[in-house]
């Protein structure tokens, strides 16, 4: 399941990942960044993964194309994760964009290097979390 943070604002979106991601929750975030692509030329984006089980293959299919199609407008990509396999995915996406991995206790930083000289407000660091969780993409 996809999630889209509130302090998302101008060209950053912040997206936080539970489960597995699946086609379904591809084809609802692509409109997001190709509307943000269309209105600001770029994007930065935030992926928080949060007991991120990986990906189906319909949406590796779907995040290849997306960044085939749209790969130079990445400006930056901070990813928050808990895993080695995270960690490692980030570093092999530095050739196409920049990218950086945090650990989860360092969420506030990662929110502030996603927005450093962004097109955007400052960062509104995210409240506690206690909504429960719904499916498909919502805001939270």
Request: hydrophobic share 40%; net charge positive; proline share 5%.
């Amino acid at each position: 399941m996809l999630t889209i943070h509130k302090q998302s604002s101008g060209n950053v979106l912040g997206v936080r990942a539970s489960g597995r991601i699946t086609h379904w929750d591809c084809q609802q975030l692509g409109p997001r960044l190709e509307e943000l692509i269309r209105q600001h030329r770029t994007v930065r984006l935030l992926f928080e993964m949060e007991d991120c089980q990986g990906l189906d293959l319909g949406a590796v299919w779907d995040e290849l194309t997306m960044w085939l199609n749209h790969g130079g407008a990445l400006e930056r990509c901070a990813v928050i994760g808990q895993k080695t396999w995270q960690q490692r995915l980030t570093q092999l996406s530095r050739p196409f964009f920049k990218g950086k991995y945090f650990d989860a206790a360092n969420r506030d930083q990662a929110w502030q290097w996603v927005f450093a000289g962004a097109q955007s407000t400052s960062p509104r660091l995210p409240a506690p979390r206690n909504q429960p969780p719904r499916a498909g993409i919502w805001w939270d």
